[in-house]
């Protein structure tokens, strides 16, 4: 089309341009209604009650009144039904309930007990008798109430279920493997992360099960209405006990607009509180060695049954401080393992560490003697020491490590030491919470929480682990939330939460003086994250076995600390607003995410041993055939000679494989805000509509301080200019090393 004169512009669509629009179109309607279609409670552990008050033959009675009545605390909450006879109440703690209703001209109504389940949305329909108001109808044992008012797929996990199940460990979250749509990827309660013996929560593995189809670790995990999923790994920072939940529901599919920031389902945990009466408990849970049988290698070589005791132990007291008003609970587990585990391991025999290897099978030579010609292989060939024997020639460092490794305890140059030691861990954890029904208008409650975690190392050996070292993990939780009764339609609910969690990992010689491994160490310490015998890995590539202790210590980061240091803020308004056939919500979630963290993974520096600088031929591979040199080759385990431990007495180590690290440590946080709007209208008796649409703003991860970088390929460098000869600058500087200079020990 011609403009005309007129500056718009317009386009004809063809038949099949106009298809695809047609297509597009329908889809984003069918999208945005998928969207909306949720219902619209608060990101918390409430419940919904709604219903219908009638008379006999069905019709609505308008204006009637109906209470609310908490049966454990006596908290009462009256409203004024709409014209069209319906009432909701929401924002109810998860309990049981008594609901009345009553009119001048017909006889009071009461249905009870009606039992609200942690994101339960009930229909208690009343149906109003023509009588004297002063007489009572009482409705009791019906059939289970129908949930019509929620859409979300998911299941609850009841209080009786969670603390009368048998759970080895006591994590109520184990639990959560019983509700269809979950796949558990492990134990949730986990092993202990030093070693793999169970010491209760792990909490890198609370979080490890699928939901709904999402990744495992991806789920969101709510205690009272307050996040605890942590900056860290997003792991799980706080799972109460047993004796400290009320009840929990997943949720794994078709979930609100109230929830965010998950991929897969929701957990939501509810705590005890206190009543108008008082309940406690105390209990104890032992398990020790008795019951055991002996492991076949402990019983091979004639060492005892390993030593295994575990204990668990706990008390919880809830109960009124003021009766209907102010009400407290109380609860402490304690959890101690200690457990025999047996070591079957290599360490050098006593001729050898003397540096005597005449008994050793194969033939060692020195590094420094560029002697002679091999006849196979090519190059030149080291000399023999002679008689086998480096006693004269040990490094001052390698004999100062040799006093953290044992002799032996059984013959043989390969598993000569088998060993029971120790390991285990303690766990504790604490639950404060109070609730306070200030009037029929506003309710306060408060809970702090504290978890710790020690795990103990696996250390046969002075100061060295096996596995990872000690492990401390401890978390804190405060959860404030205040719901207030604007008017008996109007309900604000705000919540605040805030989580510490700590996981802190320590070498057992971290901060040791390193002065008795020679002169030159002290000079290094300030280099050093922290001071820590040497990390040291000395292997045989061809001939003898691994030597276990020091092959598998320093290969696996044993002296590895690590500090991670979360800070989660989280704050959760929310305003509801019952307009007759219409509930109302709009709310909003606000989090701050703060992970300060360092990792040293071998901070003394990494010093790697084999048989190549004690073999005949440097050029050839640790332990290399020489079948044309029967004098070289005593058999396939030992041709060529060499061993790793001679190299690590002597001083002299792979190059390429000798490093220090120094690790940069990190403040990162990030912000997230979301904000959410619903509709619950309810039709008719049969129909409810859950409407709702929720916006998320997700912040990006950044260094508080500056001190990270990434690199951006598209961005303009700040330095660089105009392309062209002034350009060019630079240097071209050259270094040059001989091929076989004189290696420095250590």
Request: aromatic letters at 10%; a neutral charge; charged letters at 15%.
């Amino acid at each position: 089309m011609g403009d005309g004169g007129n500056n718009s512009q317009g386009k004809t669509f063809s038949g099949g341009e106009m298809l695809n629009l047609r297509k597009l179109l329908a889809f984003t309607v069918v999208f945005v209604l998928g969207f909306a279609l949720h219902t619209a409670r608060a990101q918390s552990v409430y419940g919904t009650i709604a219903g219908t008050i009638t008379d006999s033959s069905g019709a609505a009675i308008a204006n009637a009144t109906v209470t609310l009545t908490n049966l454990g605390t006596g908290e009462k909450h009256t409203m004024e039904a709409s014209p069209s006879g319906q009432y909701t109440f929401v924002n109810i703690l998860p309990g049981r309930y008594r609901v009345e209703g009553e009119k001048s001209g017909f006889k009071k109504v009461v249905r009870e007990p009606v039992v609200v389940e942690i994101e339960s949305g009930l229909r208690v329909d009343l149906v109003l008798q023509v009588g004297a108001q002063t007489e009572t109808v009482e409705v009791t044992g019906e059939a289970p109430l129908l949930q019509p008012e929620t859409q979300s797929l998911g299941q609850v996990v009841e209080g009786r279920l969670v603390t009368e199940s048998p759970l080895n460990g006591r994590n109520p979250l184990a639990l959560v493997a019983l509700v269809p749509g979950v796949v558990p990827q492990g134990s949730p309660s986990g092993g202990n992360y030093s070693g793999g013996s169970s010491v209760g929560a792990n909490p890198f593995a609370l979080g490890d099960f699928q939901i709904g189809g999402g990744q495992a670790g991806q789920s969101q995990i709510l205690l009272d209405g307050v996040a605890t999923n942590g900056a860290y790994l997003n792991i799980v920072t706080v799972v109460p006990t047993q004796d400290a939940i009320q009840e929990f529901k997943v949720q794994t599919n078709n979930l609100g607009p109230e929830y965010g920031r998950f991929a897969g389902g929701v957990i939501n945990l509810a705590t005890k509180s206190g009543t108008n009466s008082f309940h406690g408990s105390a209990y104890e849970f032992l398990r020790n060695k008795v019951f055991d049988a002996n492991d076949f290698f402990s019983a091979r070589f004639g060492l005892p049954v390993p030593a295994f005791t575990q204990n668990q132990f706990g008390v919880n007291v809830g109960g009124p401080v003021i009766k209907n008003k102010l009400f407290f609970f109380s609860s402490y587990e304690g959890y101690r393992l200690r457990k025999g585990n047996t070591i079957t391991t290599s360490v050098p025999t006593a001729l050898e560490r003397t540096g005597d290897f005449s008994q050793s099978g194969f033939p060692i030579y020195d590094p420094l003697s560029p002697v002679g010609t091999c006849t196979s292989g090519g190059g030149t060939c080291r000399t023999q020491f002679p008689g086998n024997n480096i006693a004269g020639r040990i490094d001052p460092t390698a004999q100062a490590l040799l006093s953290y490794f044992p002799l032996p305890n059984q013959p043989g140059e390969t598993n000569n030491f088998v060993e029971n030691f120790s390991s285990g861990g303690n766990i504790d954890q604490l639950n404060e919470r109070v609730d306070f029904n200030l009037s029929e208008k506003q309710r306060l409650f408060g809970r702090y929480t504290r978890n710790h975690i020690l795990s103990l190392p696996l250390a046969p050996f002075k100061d060295i682990c096996t596995d990872r070292c000690t492990e401390d993990t401890i978390a804190h939780q405060v959860a404030v939330g205040d719901t207030i009764a604007i008017s008996p339609q109007t309900i604000l609910d705000l919540h605040i939460g805030y989580t510490r969690f700590t996981y802190v990992r320590t070498p057992l010689s971290k901060g040791i003086d390193l002065s008795p491994f020679g002169p030159n160490w002290a000079a290094l310490a300030p280099q050093f994250a922290y001071t820590h015998i040497p990390d040291v890995c000395v292997s045989q590539t061809q001939g003898d076995s691994q030597w276990g202790g020091p092959g598998s210590w320093c290969s696996q980061g044993l002296g590895s600390g690590i500090g991670a240091y979360d800070d989660t803020l989280s704050f959760t308004p929310s305003l509801s607003k019952i307009m007759g056939s219409h509930t109302f919500k709009v709310g909003g979630e606000f989090r701050l995410l703060r992970n300060n963290y360092y990792q040293s993974n071998i901070p003394a520096g990494l010093y790697q041993f084999d048989a190549g600088m004690t073999a005949p031929n440097p050029k050839n591979s640790p332990g290399a055939t020489f079948l044309n040199d029967p004098a070289l080759c005593k058999g396939p385990q030992v041709c060529g000679g060499g061993q790793g431990f001679a190299s690590f007495l002597l001083g002299y180590g792979q190059d390429i494989n000798s490093s220090v690290v120094t690790p940069s440590r990190m403040a990162t946080q990030v912000k997230y805000l979301a904000f959410y709007a619903g509709d619950t209208f309810r039709v008719t008796r049969k129909l409810t509509l859950n409407l709702g649409a929720r916006l998320d703003l997700q912040g990006d991860w950044t260094e508080r301080f500056d001190r990270q970088v990434a690199f951006l390929p598209n961005a303009t460098s700040p330095i660089a200019s105009a392309v062209g000869m002034p350009n060019l600058k630079g240097e071209f500087p050259l270094v040059h090393s001989p091929l076989l200079s004189r290696r420095t020990p250590f």
